[in-house]
Each structure stands twice: as C-alpha cells, then as structure tokens.
C-alpha cells in the first residue's frame, strides 16, 4: 500500500509539472510539449477547419469567399513562398478574421531535413509573417507530414512556438476526389474538438466548403478559429 501511495505521489507531481508547462503558453491547453495538438477539447461542440496556405491567388479567394459566406472562420497555414507570391494575402486573411500561422518556408518534407534547415524553414516563415502583419503568428504546423518529431518539435519552440498543430480528420481533398466524396470522409470521421486538415488551391475543397458547412451546423457542431477552439 506505501508503494502504491509513493506511484500516486509521484504521478501527480509529474501532473504538475506538465500543467503548469501548458499554462505557459495558451495553445497548450489540450497537449504537453512532448505531443502533437490534433484537437481540442471533447466537451465543447466546436471544430477547426484548418487549411495548408498555398495555391493560386484565384483559388485563395475562392475560399475567402466562402467562409464569408458561411460567416466562418478559419486557420491558414501559410507557407513563406505562397505569401511572398502574394505580398497582401497575409493581411487579406487576417482582416477577414481568421486565423495565421506558419507552414514553414518552402514545405518541404520535414522529417528529411537536418536539424539546422528544420528551424531555418521555420525562422524564415515567422520572420515573412511577421515582416506582413507584425506577428509571426501562434500556430506552427509541420510540412510533409502528419506528425511531428522530437526534432520538429524542438525547432518549433526555438522558432518561439508551441507544439505543432496536426489534425485528427484528414480531408484528403489534395487528392482532387470531388466535393460529395471530401464532405463524407469528414463526416465519417468529425467529432467534438476535431481539426480538420484541408488545403486552398482545389476545386473539391471549393465546392464542399457550402455543404460540408451546413452539416456540420445540422451535427451540432460550430466551426471555429484555432484560437476560439483551442482557448
């Protein structure tokens, strides 16, 4: 029974220490440095449709335009070449109220990467981000690949972010499937807290963004900001 007593003891004061990491930082709230965030909290209806910033400035405005239409905001993950192609677009995304953050660079496969070029992909896209709008922004997401590494994430704290930001739905709308087919696979998959991953610069996102919308407000559930589902 002491044994047991003393794991207990020790347990919570590793509780402890984590938590008091996580209030540090306000993107911490549903993760440790140690971990991914891939959603937020199950016990509120809300969700995060989140999108890999590049593509045409055609597309870009696609999508702007319908989450205004829906009034839905959203999470762009900028790459640095996509905001140096479009110097304004920074500004664009963020005076319509959605959130920025940082894809890195030039979104190379990330996990192949020395440590040196994992934070100077990283450090060169907050220095453009913060050049456009005056912040490097919260949110970091790692390119060319769903899950971080001990690595990745170390680069992504010296860069003066949090964890990476992943997701737990994956669209697969970069496979150009068709606007039915990209609804359902989220749809399948969606629930309290969930992000969702998705890109700009595919006809298929553009089209399933109206309906795929509407569902989720028929599920109960309100899409939102990083910052709103993450706070």
Known sequence: MVHELEISRRNILKLGIASIAVSSHPSLAFASTNTDITHGSRFKNQVALTFHGAGTRKMTNAILKEMANASTPMTVFAVGTFLEQQPDIAKVILDAGHDLGNHTMHHLTMTTLSKAKMITEIEECAALLKK???TQGKYF????TTV??????AASIKAGYGPCITYDV?????TDPG?????STIMKKIRPGSIVGMHFGHQSTINALPKLIEQLHAKGLSPVALT????
């Open 148 to 153: 971080s590494t001990s690595a990745i994430r």
């Open 228 to 231: 709103d589902l993450l706070s």
């Open 170 to 174: 994956d669209s697969f709308d970069y």
């Open 141 to 144: 997401r790692p390119s060319g």
């Open 132 to 134: 456009m709008t005056g």
């Open 179 to 183: 606007a039915p087919k990209v609804i």
